[in-house]
Protein backbone atom coordinates (compact mmCIF):
# COMPACT_ATOMS: atom_id res chain seq x y z
CA UNK A 1 0.00 0.00 0.00
CA UNK A 2 1.40 3.62 -0.87
CA UNK A 3 2.41 6.26 1.70
CA UNK A 4 -0.06 8.80 2.60
CA UNK A 5 1.75 12.69 2.93
CA UNK A 6 -0.22 13.57 6.46
CA UNK A 7 1.33 16.63 7.22
CA UNK A 8 4.66 18.61 6.02
CA UNK A 9 5.85 21.09 8.29
CA UNK A 10 9.35 23.82 8.49
CA UNK A 11 9.78 26.87 11.00
CA UNK A 12 12.05 27.44 12.96
CA UNK A 13 12.07 25.52 16.72
CA UNK A 14 14.65 24.41 20.19
CA UNK A 15 16.71 21.65 20.11
CA UNK A 16 17.17 20.17 23.66
CA UNK A 17 18.98 17.15 25.03
CA UNK A 18 16.54 16.58 28.32
CA UNK A 19 16.31 19.97 29.59
CA UNK A 20 19.34 21.59 27.91
CA UNK A 21 18.73 24.00 25.29
CA UNK A 22 21.40 22.86 22.46
CA UNK A 23 20.33 25.37 19.66
CA UNK A 24 17.17 27.06 18.30
CA UNK A 25 17.14 25.45 14.37
CA UNK A 26 15.17 25.90 10.97
CA UNK A 27 13.50 22.06 10.24
CA UNK A 28 11.78 20.46 7.55
CA UNK A 29 9.33 17.13 8.61
CA UNK A 30 6.97 15.32 7.06
CA UNK A 31 4.37 12.89 8.52
CA UNK A 32 3.49 9.84 6.33
CA UNK A 33 1.06 7.41 7.17
CA UNK A 34 2.31 4.20 6.02
CA UNK A 35 0.41 0.61 5.26
CA UNK A 36 -3.30 -0.83 5.94
CA UNK A 37 -1.86 -0.66 9.89
CA UNK A 38 -1.92 3.36 9.51
CA UNK A 39 1.35 3.36 11.17
CA UNK A 40 3.08 6.92 10.87
CA UNK A 41 6.34 7.97 10.22
CA UNK A 42 8.24 10.70 10.51
CA UNK A 43 11.09 11.73 8.10
CA UNK A 44 12.66 15.34 7.89
CA UNK A 45 15.82 17.04 8.41
CA UNK A 46 17.32 20.28 10.72
CA UNK A 47 19.71 22.73 9.66
CA UNK A 48 23.18 21.91 11.09
CA UNK A 49 25.96 24.51 10.02
CA UNK A 50 29.10 22.36 10.27
CA UNK A 51 30.51 19.16 11.69
CA UNK A 52 31.57 20.56 15.42
CA UNK A 53 27.74 21.47 15.44
CA UNK A 54 27.13 17.87 14.20
CA UNK A 55 29.34 15.72 16.72
CA UNK A 56 27.50 18.02 19.39
CA UNK A 57 24.08 16.98 18.23
CA UNK A 58 24.93 13.70 17.60
CA UNK A 59 25.83 12.23 21.11
CA UNK A 60 23.07 12.71 22.95
CA UNK A 61 20.83 8.98 22.57
CA UNK A 62 17.73 11.66 22.10
CA UNK A 63 16.78 15.08 21.07
CA UNK A 64 13.62 17.01 21.96
CA UNK A 65 12.96 19.27 18.88
CA UNK A 66 9.87 21.75 19.91
CA UNK A 67 7.98 23.10 16.68
CA UNK A 68 6.39 26.46 16.49
CA UNK A 69 3.21 25.19 16.84
CA UNK A 70 3.98 23.89 20.45
CA UNK A 71 4.20 20.29 19.54
CA UNK A 72 7.38 18.57 20.44
CA UNK A 73 9.18 15.86 18.69
CA UNK A 74 11.68 12.93 20.21
CA UNK A 75 14.46 12.58 17.43
CA UNK A 76 17.76 10.70 16.53
CA UNK A 77 19.79 12.34 14.05
CA UNK A 78 20.63 9.96 10.78
CA UNK A 79 23.56 12.12 9.49
CA UNK A 80 25.86 15.09 9.79
CA UNK A 81 23.57 17.17 7.41
CA UNK A 82 20.88 16.99 9.88
CA UNK A 83 19.04 14.46 8.30
CA UNK A 84 16.58 12.65 10.87
CA UNK A 85 16.67 8.97 11.42
CA UNK A 86 13.68 8.08 13.74
CA UNK A 87 10.94 10.25 15.17
CA UNK A 88 8.01 10.20 17.60
CA UNK A 89 5.79 12.61 19.19
CA UNK A 90 6.08 13.50 22.67
CA UNK A 91 2.95 14.01 24.77
Do not use: C, K, N
Not at 11 to 36: K, M, N, P
Amino acid sequence: MARILLESLSGVGAIHSGEQLLRITDYELFIWSEGAAGTVAIEGHIAITGMGEAVVLAGPETLTLTLEDGRRLALRLASTGGQIASGSWLP
